[in-house]
């Protein structure tokens, strides 16, 4: 297990993007948040088992009906600190 940042690129903001991601993540119980970034991009912090990363990148590259992802680049973060037990949408 891991923790992960993500920034997906693409046409992510104003399209429901979080709402879809975040409803798929808590329905696998991922633990993490979601939220825009001023870039135009979308930032995702989660804890990912290695057998799950793949269903996880499938869900952010699939956004919602209306996105767009044009990239994610992601990479293992060693101090992340978050205290949920869910997963969040960010404002």
Known sequence: MEWYKFIILGKVQGVFYRKSVSQAMMKKQYKGY???LSDGTV????????????TF???LKE????SSVEDIKYEIISDA???????EIRY
């Open 34 to 36: 979601i939220q825009n």
């Open 43 to 54: 930032e995702v912090v989660a804890e990912i088992f290695d057998d799950d990363f793949d």
């Open 57 to 59: 990148m499938h869900i």
């Open 63 to 66: 956004g919602s009906p209306l």
């Open 81 to 87: 600190e978050f205290t949920t037990d869910g997963f």
